[in-house]
């Protein structure tokens, strides 16, 4: 039997950390005071200082912004799963804010800039102990094939 855990609670929706077979949703936080949303949730608004911070679940699907390809393993504590593939990273435009994450399309030919994504659980690495650890990733709303471990 194949053992899941997130790669950080906080960065998703209350429901998700209680059951990562739910569908995904990121946990953001909006500032009651200027309403500027962040990701993931912090305390403190970047924009006007208040401490007033309401987490709030993003949407899950948005926009290409922008992308590259991350053609080489990063430097140690990376803890990406081997051999190392190149993978896509985007910036995701979600309405009110800009999420950088993995994407699951790593060739620069299938992406463009301004197509619809959705976010999903993907394997991020496998512990020692056999867990597989999932991260979020986006995917264009295309791919019908959901991937987990």
Not at 34 to 52: D, I, S, W
């Amino acid at each position: 039997m194949t053992t899941f855990r997130l790669v950080d609670r906080a960065l998703f929706d209350d429901r998700v950390a209680a059951d990562p077979e739910a569908p995904p949703t990121l946990r953001g936080g909006r500032c009651a005071d200027c309403a500027t949303v962040t990701f993931p949730f912090q305390e403190g608004c970047p924009r006007c200082g208040a401490v007033a911070m309401h987490a709030i679940p993003l949407p899950s699907e948005g926009e290409l912004w922008s992308f590259t390809v991350q053609g080489f393993e990063l430097k140690s504590p990376y803890r990406g799963n081997k051999p190392f593939e190149p993978y896509g990273v985007g910036y995701l435009d979600l309405g009110d804010v800009l999420v950088e994450s993995i994407l699951t399309e790593s060739d620069p030919d299938k992406l463009r800039i301004g197509s619809r994504m959705r976010v999903q659980l993907v394997p991020a690495f496998t512990d020692t102990d056999g867990t597989t650890v999932l991260t979020f990733a986006f995917a264009s709303v295309d791919q019908n094939s959901e991937v987990r471990g």
